[in-house]
C-alpha cells in the first residue's frame, strides 16, 4: 500500500521498578529505590555482586543479590568493568528486571512515567493509513490506549470506537490488546481515511514535543 504514514515509537520508563521490602528502621514493608551503585565483595577468585537500594522514607539500604561466589573467569572483561564502575546502562538492564525482582517480594511499584520519542520513517503525499511500530527496550508500565490516547491527543472512547469498527488494529493481535501494557515490536495501524482531523493526528504521531 502507498497510502501509509510509517512512524516509530521508542518507549524508555523513566523509574525503575520500586520493590516492597521489609523495612527494620520504619517497622514495616516500604517500597526501595535504586542507588544505581553495585557493590563488590571478593573472596580469592570468587566475587559477589549486590546491587544497592535505599528505603523511601529512612535510606535504610537493602543489598540485592545478583550473584554469589561467582568465579571470575567466568566474567568477560566488559561485565567485569561495567561492575567495578557501576555501569549505568548495565546496572538499568538489572533496575527493570521484574521477574528477578519477583524472586525477592510480592510487591513491586512500576511508576507508569515514560518517554516516547517519535520517527517519521516514511510518508505517502496523501497518507490515509497511520502505522505505528513501537520499539521498548524495557516493559513500561503504560496501557496501549492511554499511551496512543495521549500521544495522539485523541480519546480513549475514541480508540475504543475505531477498534470495533475495525480501523484500529493491532499485530500481532490479541483479545483486549487496547488495555494491556505496550510492548516491544507492536504495529498498530489506524484507517484514518474518513477523520477529518487526520492531519492533526499526523502531526501529533510524529511530533516529540508531544513527549
Wanted: glycine share 6%; proline share 4%.
Amino acid at each position: 500500500m502507498c497510502n501509509i504514514l510509517r512512524v516509530r515509537w521508542t518507549i524508555s520508563p523513566q523509574t525503575a521498578p520500586q520493590p516492597w521490602i521489609a523495612c527494620s528502621t520504619c517497622g514495616g514493608s516500604r517500597p526501595f529505590k535504586s542507588s544505581g551503585k553495585v557493590r563488590l565483595n571478593a573472596n580469592g577468585r570468587k566475587l559477589d555482586a549486590w546491587l544497592i537500594y535505599k528505603c523511601a522514607d529512612c535510606d535504610k539500604t537493602w543489598n540485592r543479590t545478583l550473584f554469589e561466589r561467582k568465579n571470575l573467569r567466568d566474567l568477560d572483561s566488559a561485565t567485569l568493568e561495567a561492575l567495578q564502575r557501576s555501569d549505568p546502562g548495565w546496572v538499568r538492564k538489572r533496575e527493570f528486571d521484574v521477574e528477578g525482582l519477583k524472586r525477592k517480594t510480592k510487591r513491586i511499584d512500576e511508576p507508569p512515567d515514560a518517554n516516547v520519542s517519535k520517527e517519521k520513517v516514511s510518508e505517502a503525499s496523501s497518507w490515509a493509513i497511520l502505522e505505528i511500530e513501537m520499539i521498548a527496550e524495557f516493559s513500561a508500565n503504560l496501557r496501549l490506549d492511554r499511551l496512543l490516547a495521549s500521544e495522539l491527543a485523541i480519546s480513549r472512547s475514541r480508540l475504543q470506537t475505531l477498534h470495533e469498527g475495525g480501523k484500529l488494529k493491532a499485530h500481532p493481535d490479541h483479545n483486549g490488546f487496547l488495555r494491556n501494557r505496550a510492548k516491544d515490536g507492536t504495529r498498530i495501524i489506524l484507517d484514518l481515511s474518513d477523520a477529518i482531523d487526520r492531519c492533526a493526528i499526523g502531526n501529533a504521531a510524529t511530533n516529540p514535543e508531544r513527549s
